[in-house]
């Protein structure tokens, strides 16, 4: 299983990305806002899920653990396939499709191209009791940490570096936000020591 790719971003399309590694160049289906978050030319890292089929491995690339997540349980559901999966997270994301199927809500979830009336009553039949994880927190939902200009970019590779090694990006922001809010002055390394430390990964 490709689990993530990291690589020089060679290409940009409306529903997907070319990301070479090492001389490879891999074709990735993605959703607009994560194809948004990449630029080409760029080294960037994206979360992937590789669809295999009889004939056909297909890629489906995230930028953040909770969407992917998603990706895996909208696909437990009968009839429910990769394309619609990321259909759905084109137009919601994680945590919006769990409200929605939290709260019965399957006429927000017909809103998703190729959802009709059946499938969003057996969205929310299959997976009330599964998406709990996925609701927005009072936590997420606070005042936004705002970082001085030259801890934005330890910031981001830190939080990169912690999704590397298995953590959510809900986890490891706050984490490394709160880190940084109170020592600007850390350096990368430093800064993901004390992530690692405070997360219980010595």
């Known amino acids: 299983m490709i689990a993530s790719l990291r690589g020089r971003v060679l290409s940009l399309g409306l529903d997907h990305a070319v990301i070479e590694c090492s001389g ?15 630029r080409r030319g760029e080294e960037q890292m994206v979360l992937t899920y590789l669809a295999v089929k009889e004939d056909s491995l297909t890629l489906y690339g995230f930028t953040a653990d909770e969407d992917r997540s998603m990706f895996h349980l909208l696909q437990t559901v009968t009839g429910l396939g990769p394309r619609l999966a990321v259909a759905s997270l084109s137009v919601m994301n994680a945590g919006e499709i769990s ?6 809500d399957s006429k927000a979830l017909q809103r998703i191209p190729g959802v009709g009336k059946r499938m969003a009553e057996r969205l929310v039949l299959e997976l009330k009791d599964k998406v709990a994880a996925f609701a927005p927190t009072v936590a997420d939902e606070g005042v936004q940490v705002v970082l001085p200009s030259s801890a934005e970019a330890v910031a981001t590779q830190v939080s990169e570096a912690l999704v590397g090694l298995g953590f959510s990006d809900r986890v490891a922001q706050p984490v490394v936000e709160g880190l940084l809010a109170d020592n600007p002055d850390l350096g990368t390394a430093a800064a993901l020591r004390a ?5 219980g990964r010595k």
């Open 24 to 38: 490879v160049g891999y074709r990735v289906e993605a959703t607009p806002s994560t194809l948004a978050s990449l």
């Open 195 to 199: 992530a690692l430390s405070q997360l």
């Open 99 to 104: 409200q929605a199927i939290g709260g019965g």
